[in-house]
């Protein structure tokens, strides 16, 4: 079994990282709309005590820290690691936001290759998740680090950008013993060697990679995503994410496509229930 524990994203940092103390004394925190202020991190004895508890009932933790998007609580604690610099506050808001790690800038690399470094003493495992999705290139078609990077590396546009700052993040993690793994959006641009494709939009991009001899995940959100609503009735029901996902049709899940060629059966690891705790309020 596997917990996959989604540790940062542009609404906070929960992973501590010795040398990095501002990732937690900034971003993991935000302010709400009404002015309260809301969140916290965990120690690096909790999250040992997470692990230790893991492995003795034989899970598997696989730490995910979202890059190159979904970093507007990094860049809060330090901005001069966005292609613009600007100071910018830990959003209380959900979306898709367009100030993203800069790749342009190897001060970038360095600020990540310190956090997997910290991630690879904490989380034993084989896997290490780097998120991957839903990053926008709005800044990265303006910034003149990363036109310069493009230029260098030989880049025709920014998605193939995306896919460079991917294998090279793959490469660091191999020099630490560990797979990547990335949503489906690692796809584009090319996949990083031995990366583990998580097929979250649609079952398709998860058909693609094990036909290119890639181990997939598939948790696409039609039948996977358990923090979507299991009613219509929504007012009767806690708050959620949104959507309506009956409990029947998770259950009816196959992970393996009816459409995949039997050869490529061998790449589907399996199937993940996927939930967003800022929904659940309390363990009752």
Known sequence: SVLHWHLVDDQGWRLPVARLPRLTEIGAWRREEGGARCGGAYTADEISEVVAYATERFVTVVPEIEMPGHARAALAAYPGLSCRGTPLPVPSGWGIFEDVFCA???????????????????????????????????RWNTCPDCRRRMEAEGLPDAAALQ????????????????????????????????????????????????????????????????????????????????????IDTVYSYEPIPANLEPQFA?????AQGNLWTEYIPNLK
């Open 104 to 138: 342009g800038k190897e001060e970038t690399f360095a600020f990540l290759g310190a956090v997997l470094d910290s991630v690879a003493v904490l989380f034993p495992g084989p896997f290490v998740h780097i998120g991957g999705d839903e990053c926008p290139k709005v």
């Open 163 to 246: 896919a460079w700052f991917v294998r090279r993040i793959g490469r660091h993690l191999a020099g630490l013993g560990k797979r990547l793994v990335g949503w489906d959006e690692i796809l584009e641009g090319g996949l990083a060697p031995n990366a583990v494709v998580m097929s979250w939009r649609g079952t398709e991009g998860g058909i693609v990679a094990a036909r290119a001899g890639h181990d997939v995940v598939m948790t696409p959100g039609s039948h996977t995503y358990l923090d979507h609503y299991q009613s219509r009735d929504q007012q009767r029901e806690p708050l959620a994410i949104g959507g309506f996902l009956p």
């Open 266 to 270: 061998k790449h589907i690891l399996g």
